[in-house]
């Protein structure tokens, strides 16, 4: 007699995130954190770090909730220059901070974290975006075009955001939409879940 797997839980209200989870045609609920991302300390932290402490958090506030479900944490950031750029929440902020990028490099940072009961997983990809050199026009254009303003960095590569660029260096290019699914499915399948 085979054991099912346990209840699969996504620690996110992300959109995104939802619809690439439901890619690997695997039962879950996406349940809210209840994690204060504001409040948490990032003195002294990397952006990769803070990604990662993110991610943690969020997986353990719902694991705390239901200690026998298999909960899946992540948190994307985006770094300039060491810099982290977070979600502009209005239209100004977002074409300025796609100024900031035009015509050079940033890391997109998303880190993942599996707890099951007695295991814990985690997982981080870094991207590479190289943006295209881009006037205020072009930027203006995009802006409005597919309002990113809920998503760091003010673009979505899977929309019009992907004219944007000139070169994208990533292991995983579902992870650059908020979660890495070449991992993550390697993990379920792991723990008993049917991949595919």
């Not at 295991?119 to 995009?142: G, S």
Request: proline content about 9%; glycine content about 8%.
């Amino acid at each position: 007699m085979t054991i099912p797997p346990p209840e699969l839980i996504l620690a996110s209200t992300s959109p995104y995130r939802r619809a690439l989870l439901e890619r690997l045609a695997v039962p879950f609920r996406a349940v809210p954190p209840d994690f204060d991302e504001e409040a948490f300390p990032r003195e002294g932290l990397t952006p990769r770090a803070l990604a990662e402490a993110l991610a943690r958090g969020k997986a353990e506030a719902v694991a705390a909730r239901v200690p026998a479900a298999v909960v899946i944490g992540s948190d994307q950031l985006v770094a300039l220059d060491g810099r982290i750029l977070g979600k502009p929440g209005d239209p100004a902020r977002a074409a300025d901070q796609l100024q900031a990028m035009a015509g050079r490099t940033h890391e997109l940072i998303t880190a993942m974290v599996v707890l099951a009961p007695g295991r814990r997983f985690e997982h981080t990809d870094v991207a590479r975006l190289t943006m295209r050199p881009l006037d205020r026009a072009a930027i203006e254009r995009y802006v409005a075009r597919d309002l990113p303003v809920d998503c760091a960095g003010s673009y979505k590569l899977e929309r019009g955001g992907v004219a944007l660029f000139r070169r994208i260096e990533s292991d995983d290019h579902a992870a650059i939409t908020g979660l890495p699914l070449l991992a993550l499915a390697e993990i379920l399948a792991g723990l008993g879940f049917a991949i595919p």
